[in-house]
């Protein structure tokens, strides 16, 4: 479905996200050097025809005087972003306490912090107040901006009191809201003190959207159970109006991953990390260093594998690249010393004088190192205790066109309604099925590897992010004409 464009002019659209898609470094009083992050929703923004994006959001430092703010605008400009100034006090609370410590675990089924609870109970009322505040200072911004006719897509558990804050202000506003993470049970969301204030504020916008239809139900039972409001198979109906809701598994650029396989320097690549592992077969983890990424408990199963399978353990190698992320929050700090501690272990028992069985980076990789890596991988472990989607697990296929690889992969990642019968499914919390899947990856047949391999190909290829975008984005804009009628009736 292609977006139609108005009196001949492209359909403008407001992405809203915590971060936008660059990284800023200060080089002087008034310069700044910005560097494009290419994740998954840039490129499937950029790909998507007939649209005339804008970005808002924050640019990931702190900027406090106004030459600096001044010309962070200008060269941003440039990117077709717009920045939100956000000060350290209001990042401390909102970013790292709010979104990070208290939304992040819950909705992925880790619960509510636990440790020192009347600390937590009387912090909570200031950092849900923080969230507020800086989700008002993202939607100023948006009215600063917003034209007659804008689409605004707001993003993530960062921004759930935004479409809100943005309907508050201007009711006609087309507004739709996406989660990248996992919606949890009703169960779960419901311990949440501030639980109906954010289903409400959700509820404002025209249409709401999950990458699976799992997430999609959870969203509308927690509105059934917790605001009475009536479910519908279209999605939330309050006093006659209705929000939409649906589910709009999100896909990766693949042709750019498969263009980048064919240039010399990845190429180059491939060739040094197939020297350098020959003999071993390569085992991959690429995660944000993130409790739910699961990766103590992925690399006590390969341990767990090591143990069983002596005749592997001069065989394979695993590599784990294990990217820093939101490293104020005392969470993360405990769990790259857990992280190291285990590697640490691991290597000292099964390592020699000239290999070790666990690489781990404390790092990210350029995506043509990346792209080199996931092409000589024969076994991805994708094993999330819960994750959204992963797009990992998808880089991964759309990179393997010539090994053709295993992909173990979490039942609890959202990637698993898409890619599970090509993928070897697995319960991350099992060590001991991991260490099976292992095994049974290592010594799968070429036959079934190949027939896996294409269910899980066609489908990273045909599904892609471009398709995503496009497709929530012309539903958004039909989506307010059947909320009108449905209202008018
Ligand atoms: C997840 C979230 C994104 C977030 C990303 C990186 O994928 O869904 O919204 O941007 O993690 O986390 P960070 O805190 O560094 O933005």
């Given amino acids: 479905r292609r977006?139609?464009?108005?009196?001949?002019?492209?359909?403008?659209l407001l992405v809203v996200a915590n971060r936008l898609p660059v990284s800023a470094v200060r080089r002087g009083e008034d310069s700044w050097s910005l560097e494009i992050s290419a994740g998954g929703l840039v490129s499937a923004l950029l790909g998507v025809k007939d649209v005339d994006a804008k970005w808002i959001g924050w640019?990931?430092?702190?900027?406090?005087?106004?030459?600096?703010?001044r010309a962070l605008v200008k060269a941003l400009a440039e990117k077709r972003c717009i920045p939100v100034f956000l000060d350290e006090e209001i990042v401390h609370q909102y970013y790292n306490g709010y979104c990070n410590n208290i939304l992040w675990p819950l909705f992925h089924y880790l619960g509510l912090p636990q440790e020192d609870r009347l600390a937590t109970t009387r912090n909570f009322e200031s950092q849900f107040n923080a969230y507020k505040r800086a989700?008002?200072?993202?939607?100023?911004?948006?009215?600063?901006?917003?034209?007659e006719g804008d689409v605004v897509w707001c993003h993530d558990y960062h921004l759930m009191f935004l479409p809100k804050c943005l309907k508050d202000h201007n009711s006609k506003m087309k507004v739709g809201w996406f989660l990248h993470t996992p919606f949890p049970s009703s169960e779960i969301y419901r311990?949440?003190?501030?639980?109906?204030?954010?289903?409400?504020s959700v509820l404002a916008a025209d249409l709401v959207g999950f990458h699976t239809y799992d997430y999609a139900r959870h969203f509308v039972s927690a509105c059934?159970?917790?605001?009475?409001?009536?479910?519908?198979?279209?999605?939330?109906?309050?006093?006659?109006?209705?929000?939409?809701?649906?589910?709009?598994?999100?896909?990766?650029?693949?042709?750019?991953?498969?263009?980048?396989?064919d240039l010399p320097a990845v190429k180059k690549h491939v060739q040094e990390l197939t020297q350098r592992f020959a003999g071993r077969k390569v085992m991959l983890g690429v995660d944000r260093l993130d409790m739910i990424k699961g990766i103590p408990q992925k690399i006590l199963a390969f341990e767990k594998f090591l143990e069983e399978n002596a005749n592997w353990r001069d065989k394979v190698v695993l590599l784990q690249i294990a990217v820093p992320t939101r490293t104020d929050?005392?969470?993360?700090?405990?769990?790259?010393?857990?992280?190291?501690e285990i590697v640490g272990r691991i290597n000292g028992r099964f390592g020699t004088l000239t290999a070790v069985p666990i690489h781990h980076l404390d790092r990210s990789l350029d995506f043509h190192a990346l792209c080199a890596l996931y092409a000589v991988t024969d076994v991805a472990l994708v094993t999330s205790l819960r994750d959204g989607m992963n797009l990992v697990s998808y880089e991964f296929v759309a990179c393997q066109g010539l090994k053709k690889g295993v992909l173990i992969l979490s039942e609890f990642a959202g990637a698993a309604q898409s890619l599970g019968a090509g993928a070897l499914l697995v319960n991350p919390w099992n060590i001991t099925e991991v260490a099976n899947s292992i095994a049974h990856a290592l010594n799968m047949p070429s036959e079934e590897r190949e027939k896996r391999h294409r269910h899980n190909y066609a489908h990273v290829t045909t599904h892609t992010a471009q398709d995503w975008?496009?497709?929530f984005v012309s539903e958004l804009n039909d989506t307010i004409v059947e909320a009108q009628l449905r209202t008018r009736q």
């Fill in 191 to 200: 311990t949440l003190p501030s639980r109906s204030e954010l289903l409400r």
């Fill in 135 to 147: 989700n008002q200072m993202f939607a100023d911004v948006v009215n600063q901006h917003y034209q």
């Fill in 224 to 261: 059934t159970r917790i605001l009475g409001l009536e479910g519908t198979p279209e999605g939330v109906e309050d006093q006659g109006r209705l929000t939409r809701v649906a589910a709009f598994p999100i896909g990766i650029d693949s042709d750019r991953f498969k263009r980048a396989l």
């Fill in 3 to 12: 977006l139609g464009t108005m009196r001949g002019m492209k359909q403008r």
């Fill in 329 to 340: 929050v005392p969470e993360y700090q405990k769990l790259t010393s857990q992280v190291h």
């Fill in 469 to 471: 975008a496009e497709t």
């Fill in 59 to 69: 640019a990931g430092v702190n900027v406090s005087d106004e030459v600096g703010q």
